[in-house]
């Protein structure tokens, strides 16, 4: 019988990476695009460097086959339509956004299950990842919620499809956002929504729809963890911008909770952050993360245990909050003695 030979670069998993990347080339001859600075890291391949036998996808039951397949193809077509939304350039007729749209669009978007909106303005080229481009360097950033009742079985493959719906509700409010503002005259692209032209966490953060914790995750106050998050381009410049995050605590918190990194199963998260090869501030270990979350059906065990996903930004913030305050009335006591 012939033996398979165990492959460095999965087929499935090498495949998406080739498929994301061409739904991301846009035309050679489209205007004004921008590109990735010099300094711009790479976007991290989903293929997981492990013998391919040994991945989820490789070894679903048929059951999860018959569950999975219209979820990806739906999640493959709306990102399609996507796609073909940059066949052409699109000339705005409008320049600068009327009163209340912004509230409109957040409106829109909440109808069809986003959880928050914000706008971003002068997107940092660094933050576009390496040989990718972006239409504009103004964006609406938005997060859907994940539920919660999935979520607690990471890692499994209920979980796996829940976050791949995330990633599809994405894809369709993305798309239906794009196509409202170009009928309204403007001109907007739907970013796509899995993989992605750029650091989506990085950028929410900077928006300030919440924070990043240990896990290197977005800590929003609607859904804690359990959000994926996309962009739409756009040539409007004059959205509201956030000038203060007002987030930004969590990573105090995290410092002393961690209880992401006590319960990662393969031990990837680290307890103090560190510089990657890209001059980041990281506690993510990906050599230890990617191989267990192919194995394991992209894990989120992560996302499961934090506190935020589970117990609630508001009730956290309350006790941190008064943690703080009885620890500054502990060294004003020790000072006095």
């Not at 997060?143 to 499994?156: F, G, K, L, R, Y």
């Not at 510089?275 to 499961?304: L, M, R, W």
Request: hydrophobic share 35%; with cysteine; proline share 7%.
């Amino acid at each position: 019988m012939h033996q398979r030979k165990d492959k460095t670069q999965p087929a499935m998993e090498s495949r998406l990476d080739e498929m994301i990347d061409y739904l991301e080339k846009k035309p050679k001859s489209f205007p004004g695009l921008i590109h990735a600075d010099s300094q711009s890291k790479p976007r991290r391949s989903f293929a997981p460097r492990i013998p391919e036998r040994e991945t989820s996808l490789r070894n679903l039951t048929l059951k999860q086959s018959i569950r999975l397949t219209p979820a990806m193809s739906k999640l493959f077509s709306r990102m399609w339509k996507g796609k073909r939304m940059y066949n052409k350039p699109v000339y705005p007729t409008v320049e600068h956004a009327s009163d209340g749209l912004f509230a409109e669009l957040k409106q829109l978007a909440q109808s069809m299950g986003a959880v928050d909106m914000k706008f971003i303005r002068d997107i940092p080229q660094k933050q576009i990842f390496k040989e990718k481009s972006i239409p504009y360097r103004h964006a609406l950033i938005f997060t859907v919620e994940m539920d919660n009742e999935p979520i607690q079985t990471a890692p499994s493959f209920d979980c796996f499809l829940e976050v791949n719906k995330g990633y599809g509700n994405l894809a369709a409010i993305s798309n239906a956002l794009s196509k409202h503002l170009r009928e309204l005259g403007y001109s907007a692209y739907p970013s796509t929504a899995l993989g992605g032209q750029m650091d989506y966490v990085a950028l929410a953060e900077m928006a300030g729809l919440g924070a990043i914790g240990y896990h290197g995750l977005l800590l929003t106050p609607q859904a804690g963890a359990r959000v994926r998050i996309s962009t739409i381009f756009t040539n409007i410049d004059n959205f509201p911008v956030e000038t203060d995050n007002p987030h930004l605590w969590v990573r105090d918190f995290c410092q002393y909770c961690r209880k992401c990194v006590r319960s990662c199963p393969a031990s990837a998260i680290l307890p103090e952050p560190q510089s990657n090869e890209h001059g980041d501030a990281t506690c993510i270990d990906y050599t230890k993360c990617v191989p267990y979350f192919s194995a394991n059906f992209g894990c989120a065990k992560c996302i499961q245990v934090c506190p935020f996903s589970t117990a609630g930004y508001e009730k956290i913030h309350k006790g941190f909050l008064k943690k703080k305050k009885n620890q500054t009335k502990v060294q004003e006591t020790a000072q006095k003695s």
